[in-house]
């Protein structure tokens, strides 16, 4: 899932969208949290690419749960689930409608593209988590 979550980052900047991709911006010695939520509080969109090893990342219940508590305080980061394998949905995202890559990538990203409108000024927060750490404090 890591290669996918890099071409969808490819194809998202050739798109014309700025994307915040964990891999390119957390840098060896950053906190995870902070730079997650820095990148969130500059993002319009937050994609998550959902797959088995997303699922089982020790970061998932972390960020999902950063995201909501700001697209409650603030109504501006519109989530934007990509499901590119089967694997359990998180109970949270249940009512989410998601992009779905699992038959077909280039279907997936003309729905999510079609969700973004392609607005080229638009910024996305893309997260794949395929960094196999865990939390400092778990």
Not at 69 to 76: L, V
Not at 115 to 128: E, G
């Amino acid at each position: 899932d890591a290669e996918t979550a890099r071409n969808l980052r490819d194809d998202l900047v050739s798109s014309g969208l700025n994307v915040w991709y964990d891999e390119d911006e957390i840098l060896i010695g950053d906190s995870i949290p902070e730079q997650m939520s820095r990148g969130l509080a500059e993002s319009d969109y937050f994609l998550m690419v959902l797959s088995r090893t997303y699922m089982t990342s020790p970061w998932v219940t972390r960020e999902v749960w950063s995201t909501i508590t700001k697209m409650i305080k603030e109504s501006s980061v519109k989530m934007l689930p990509c499901m590119v394998e089967d694997c359990e949905m998180p109970e949270i995202l249940g009512d989410i409608r998601y992009a779905d890559f699992r038959t077909s990538y280039l279907a997936g990203l003309r729905e999510l593209l079609q969700s973004i409108q392609v607005v080229p000024s638009a910024s996305v927060l893309l997260a794949n988590h395929s960094m196999n750490q865990k939390p400092v404090n778990e």
